[in-house]
């Protein structure tokens, strides 16, 4: 079985890492994605890219901050009255 590793970057994008045909990715609509010739590729986490759902950098221009951090902020901060 291909070793598939999934990455999640401290604010930014997933990560994908795997051997080439042996990851399948589909829209909604059950569209596939054409990852010939692929064996890495970063998933947009922001919803800011431009070429979704790949990753294109945007979140490092939008401030994009992912969920762990924001939550831990908010728990540092206190209870919101």
């Known amino acids: 079985m291909a070793a598939i590793k999934i990455t999640v970057r401290p604010n ?3 990560r ?6 042996s990851v399948e990715l589909v829209d909604a609509q059950g569209n596939k994605y054409d990852l010939t ?11 800011g890219s ?7 950098g945007t979140h490092s221009k939008i401030g994009f901050q992912g969920a762990e951090l ?3 902020k908010a728990e ?3 209870p919101i009255t």
Request: charged share 25%; aromatic share 10%.
């Open 70 to 72: 924001a939550v831990k």
């Open 50 to 56: 431009i070429n979704k759902p790949f990753c294109d």
């Open 37 to 47: 010739g692929k064996t890495a590729f970063s998933l947009c986490r922001c919803g």
């Open 76 to 78: 540092e901060s206190g």
């Open 16 to 21: 994908v890492e795997a051997p080439e045909g």
């Open 12 to 14: 930014g994008p997933y």
